[in-house]
């Protein structure tokens, strides 16, 4: 079994930055692909950004190239996202998932674990 806990989520202006961290706990051995996703009211899921187990390549939707980043953290098992020039619309609740996924990885049935979610409120 594996714990997520997402932090960093807040109410901040256009333009402005946010770093979400998530911890997850359990099975740490087992090295997993984490990903970000996020909802908002009314619409699906939608894949943010994830970082593969294997070699730590970076994967970002199209929306978030290029402000946002996600990281692991030098703990192994914390990964971060910095959000940059964040916009209105990247407004919703951020999730963090845990997976084995090597390809693919926007898809989030390939995620089993999932933290409860932060919200990130971007205010124009």
């Known amino acids: 079994q594996v714990q997520l806990v997402e932090s960093g989520g807040g109410l901040v202006q256009v333009g402005d930055s946010l770093r979400l961290a998530c911890v997850y706990s359990?099975?740490?051995?087992?090295?997993?692909?984490m990903g970000w996703f996020r909802q908002a009211p009314g619409k699906e899921r939608d894949f943010v950004a994830a970082?593969?187990?294997?070699?730590?390549?970076?994967y970002y939707s199209d929306s978030v190239k290029g402000r946002f980043a996600i990281s692991r953290g030098s703990a192994k098992n914390t990964v971060y996202l910095q959000m940059n020039s964040l916009k209105s619309e990247d407004t919703a609740v951020y999730y963090c998932?845990?997976?084995?996924?090597?390809?693919?990885?926007?898809?989030?049935?390939?995620?089993?674990?999932w933290g409860q979610g932060t919200q990130v409120t971007v205010s124009s």
């Open positions: 998932a845990a997976g084995r996924a090597q390809k693919e990885v926007s898809s989030p049935a390939l995620y089993p674990y």
């Open positions: 359990g099975r740490t051995v087992i090295s997993y692909t």
């Open positions: 970082i593969t187990w294997t070699d730590n390549s970076p």
